[in-house]
């Protein structure tokens, strides 16, 4: 888990409790995050999300779909 680090696009982050999803993009600053079989949505606040892997981390660990 990368504590304290803002999201970039292509990192896991917790956006609710035990909650996982990937940051896919910025529009007019707003993060915007994906699950599998479910469109994308906007973050209302970027400060609750944290960063549980980062796409490094996640492109290392052969687990980016």
Do not use: N
């Not at 982050?13 to 993009?25: K, M, N, Q, S």
């Not at 479910?38 to 660990?61: C, G, N």
């Amino acid at each position: 888990m990368s504590l304290g680090r803002l999201p970039e696009i292509g990192d896991e982050v917790e956006y609710a409790p035990g909650r996982l999803a990937i940051l896919t993009d910025f529009r007019k600053g707003i993060p915007y995050l994906r699950r599998p079989g479910i469109k994308e949505w906007p973050v209302q606040d970027p400060t609750t999300l944290t960063v549980t892997r980062t796409r490094d981390e996640r492109i290392a660990a052969d687990d980016f779909h």
